[in-house]
């Protein structure tokens, strides 16, 4: 059975781990910890880096720097996981669904004007399988009407948007390294602040509202309860593990883009022919690889897709129902409908990805996959 994902053990975490647990201190903030700061920091140029227990996280914690409010308005895709949009919920947001592009399923920028009213706040674009959302535009439209930006980065480690890497644009960004991310620590995530004015008060958040940060850095001689705040900050037993992975990163990443790429090369041009798609890169993105993908015809021939690969051991997976038709939030959308979202929803397959996949199961998968298109034509 060749399942869509397995996660890729370096050989170095459990040698961090056993580090960390002998230096005697596992809680958050260790040196693990302190370290992954320090990588992520230097190699992408972030302002700020805390690690959290998962991307949701970091964007909870980002919904609470923002002082979102009862009645403010978040705008972000319909096509995301439930996160995106379930952090700013639990600050009594009204999220504004945006529909995504017609060629490919990030939100499309130049509906999001007409989107904006007094009461919105902020923008939460998703960087879909890892490719940018058109950030310069993006962000001009943000500065023209006062609005944050909080990047839902979670796939898109090692991705850039005309060189500049992701999780740099936004005020706030958030990553995950959850096991079927690229980078993985099991559970796991970071918040990335790239304005300054946000570092202080995050680091008070993260430590269940207290300045516990400061008292540890000699900063002030007692530390108390502040601010609201929970406990958002991992073990540094997972830090271990995650920077066991960072430091892999380049080896990572090379095998990945090449299974991409193998994909791409097998299958663009002869699924074209049935009018199926495969990833459309816009100029200003790059590809982290974190997902290749589908776009069939319509659910019907998605789902006999998937069940025909099953068959031949092979686990394919759709991915996101639309959130402005969840059963949460089905009676607080605004009733626009977002037809590119609901046209992903439907047609859009992930195939397998991950590091220990061959060459050589990519070309059996795609003969596969062209198997079932010439034999249903
Ligand atoms: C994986 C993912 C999340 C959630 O990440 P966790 O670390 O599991 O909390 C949020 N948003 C998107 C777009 C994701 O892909």
Known sequence: MITFNKPFLTGKETVYIQDAVASGKISGDGIYTK??????????GFKKVLLTTSCTDALEMAAILLNIQPGDEVIMPAYTFVSTANAFVLRGAHIVFADSSPDNPNLNVSTLEALITPHTKAIVPVHYAGAACDMPQLMALAKKYSLWVVEDAAQAIESY??????????HLAAFSFHETKNIISGEGGALVI????????AEIIREKGTNRSEFFRGEVDKYG???IGSSFLPSDIIAAFLYAQLGNIDA????????WERYHANLAVPLAAYDVHVPHLPPYATNNAHMFYLVCQDLNQRSELIAYLKERSIQTVFHYLSLEK?????????GRPLPWSDYYADRLVRLPMYYELTLADVDMISREILSFFENTK
Not at 162 to 170: E, T, Y
């Open 252 to 259: 990572i990443q090379a095998k990945r883009v090449s299974l």
């Open 161 to 170: 948007c005309n060189g500049q890497p992701l999780g740099s644009f936004g």
């Open 326 to 334: 969840s059963p949460f939030y089905a009676a607080k959308h605004d």
């Open 194 to 201: 790239n304005d300054e004015q946000f570092i202080r008060r």
């Open 35 to 44: 370290k992954c700061h320090e990588f992520l920091e230097a190699r992408y």
């Open 225 to 227: 309860w502040v601010d």
